[in-house]
């Protein structure tokens, strides 16, 4: 999946980073533009990345708490 050479979670990350960077790159067109439908669609994206860098967030939490200390 991810490189040995990032830290735990940071492929995943930088996933969120990319689609939140598209997010708001759309919405910014879509304003400037004046066209509604990609500045709707720019902050679902957002939105989107939001939640899924919530959730891993909480995942690896779960883990960690599981996991037993060595």
Known sequence: MGSSFLPKGASAMSEHKAEETKGRVKESIGDATGNKRLE????????????????????DAVKDFVTPKK
């Open 40 to 59: 709707r669609e720019g902050k679902a994206d957002r939105a989107s990345a939001a939640t899924k860098k919530t959730v891993d967030k909480a995942a």
